[in-house]
């Protein structure tokens, strides 16, 4: 039942996310724009803006920096228990729904924020269903690994 929850929660919110109006989206002037992003484009490979980082508005700046802090927190902590990384995910996880909620980028740069944090969400969901210290510590690598990838491609 918690995982149908929360992957109602997470759909609901990307829902939230793309759901623009098209006299408040820039991207409905251009159609070939606004077909990609709701055609589920922002599927594949996250690469550069013509060789330039993606452009990220201050409030998701500060929620990927909230993330990387959890991932950073448990780090330096000593608990490794299975309990902990439980903890960690349910944090991080607080910490992705938060972002999404708060989700206000728009067009291309969108586009790209999403090709970065679906990879994302998929490792959560292998993250909470790790059953062993050995296999939660290699989901979160994992998920802190795809976090790391955000400063290499987004910037303010």
Avoid at 87 to 115: F, S, Y
Avoid at 118 to 136: G, I, Q, Y
Avoid at 143 to 156: H, K, P, T, W
Wanted: glycine residues 6%; charged residues 25%; proline residues 2%.
């Amino acid at each position: 039942m918690r995982k149908i929850l929360t992957v109602l929660l997470f759909a609901g919110a990307i829902w939230a996310c793309n759901n623009n109006k098209p006299g408040e989206n820039k991207n409905y002037n251009n159609p070939v724009e606004a077909d990609e992003h709701h055609s589920g484009a922002a599927s594949g490979k996250l690469e550069l803006n013509k060789g330039a980082k993606w452009k990220t508005d201050s409030t998701t700046d500060q929620n990927v920096n909230h993330l990387k802090l959890i991932l950073t927190k448990f780090d330096n902590g000593g608990d490794k228990s299975l309990s902990a990384y439980k903890k960690a995910q349910n944090d991080l996880q607080h910490g992705i729904d938060k972002m999404i909620a708060e989700c206000q980028m728009e067009g291309a740069n969108h586009l790209a924020l999403h090709k970065w944090l679906e990879p994302l969400v998929a490792r959560m969901t292998v993250f909470k269903r790790a059953l062993t210290e050995t296999a939660a510590a290699e989901d979160l690598k994992g998920i802190q690994a795809q976090v790391n990838l955000y400063s290499q491609y987004f910037e303010l």
